[in-house]
């Protein structure tokens, strides 16, 4: 009966060890499932208005850039009064080329001019007495119609030296190159004591200092961008400017792109120059859609998904389709409903069918 005993015993002590290891470990389990559920924060969608946009690229340019040159011929240049930068007025002086010849033509010709009123004056009254004589027979009416052409005549010869002293005071007056409208010089070739040709450029100038972005849009994109509409330009630096649509070139570039040009209000003028290439938006339009945070968007084997909360604090994938983007913030075209709680950070650790824990900061700002 011994051996009987002793099996007894020792089955009853493996039951007692097997039950006190099992509750040990089920004590153990339990804090390490509450170590396992993660502490989120959750979001609703919500719904936002967005724009409809057109990306598109370019450069920076003059809206209107004017060539001034001289319209006389050797002439020595004697002033300079701007320089590349130089802010200038409709009217203002630029340059000045040596009128010393000029002038001296002028003295000329005043005297001829001069010397032609006199002839004419005498024409003149000889025309008219020879007139009052036509019917005494003191003249014949040969030398009647004579005296009568030489007044015409001298009347034609005096406008023809009105007419040269006039040309005269023209080309004295383009002696002085002047600005043909507000804006800033972009461009000098005029040098001190240089002898010019006619025709020949001094300047370039801005005009208004009014600049434009020549935003190149893909041709599909082409019948949704109107005269107009607000854009936005992105600079080098990141800062922003914003324009609107002046006008669409009728025609497409060798690049298949069609260009609008952007005109910008003069206070921007400052944080941009003529020749930066910039990248930009225009928009065509605005809806309305969802919105989430972006960090409520996870991204795996190439496709998105957001996690979405039951009652029960249980987390299930849901694939979803996104759109535009403005800032942190991203449109979501499918897989939400505006009443659904969406995990807002951490869902990148999760696996659908998890248990989550809110935090109440989160819960409180849901509720909001």
Do not use: C
Not at 84 to 103: K, M, N, Q, T
């Amino acid at each position: 009966m011994r051996p009987a005993i002793y099996v007894g015993v020792a089955s009853a002590l493996v039951a007692a060890i097997v039950m006190i290891t099992g509750a040990g470990e089920a004590d153990d389990a339990e804090p390490a499932t509450d170590q396992s559920v993660l502490t989120v924060q959750t979001t609703s969608p919500q719904l936002a208005e967005w724009r409809d946009e057109v990306v598109a690229h370019g450069s920076i340019v003059a809206w209107h850039e004017a060539t001034i040159g001289t319209e006389l011929g050797g002439l020595r240049l004697i002033e300079v009064h701007v320089d590349v930068g130089s802010r200038v007025l409709a009217g203002e002086l630029l340059a000045r080329f040596d009128p010393a010849s000029i002038e001296a033509e002028l003295r000329e010709r005043n005297a001829a001019l001069a010397e032609a009123e006199a002839a004419m004056s005498e024409a003149e009254e000889n025309a008219k007495r020879a007139e009052s004589l036509r019917n005494t027979g003191a003249l014949s009416s040969q030398e009647v119609t004579q005296y009568l052409t030489r007044a015409q005549t001298a009347r034609a010869q005096l406008d023809s030296a009105r007419a040269r002293v006039e040309s005269t005071r023209l080309r004295l007056r383009q002696t002085r190159v002047l600005a043909p409208d507000a804006g800033v010089i972009s461009a000098r070739t005029a040098t001190l004591g240089s002898v010019a040709g006619a025709g020949d450029e001094l300047f370039r100038l801005v005009r208004q200092n009014r600049l434009e972005w020549q935003a190149q849009i893909a041709a599909a994109d082409l019948g949704r961008v109107q005269p107009g509409q607000k854009a936005t330009a992105t600079l080098p630096d990141g800062s922003m400017i914003e324009g609107t649509v002046r006008q669409v070139a009728p025609l497409l570039t060798q690049n298949l792109t069609a260009i609008a040009f952007v005109e910008f209000p003069p206070e921007v003028q400052l944080s941009s120059r003529a020749g930066m290439f910039v990248s930009g938006r225009i928009v065509t339009g605005a809806s309305t859609g969802l919105s989430l945070p972006s960090t409520s968007i996870v991204v795996r084997d190439g496709r998105e998904y957001a996690f979405v909360l039951d009652n029960n604090l249980v987390a299930t994938q849901v694939p979803v389709r996104t759109g535009r983007r403005i800032g942190e913030h991203v449109e979501v075209l499918s897989g939400i409903t505006p009443t659904q709680s969406v995990v807002l950070t951490g869902g990148g650790f999760l696996h659908d069918g998890d248990r989550v824990r809110v935090t109440a900061a989160a819960e409180q700002r849901a509720a909001r």
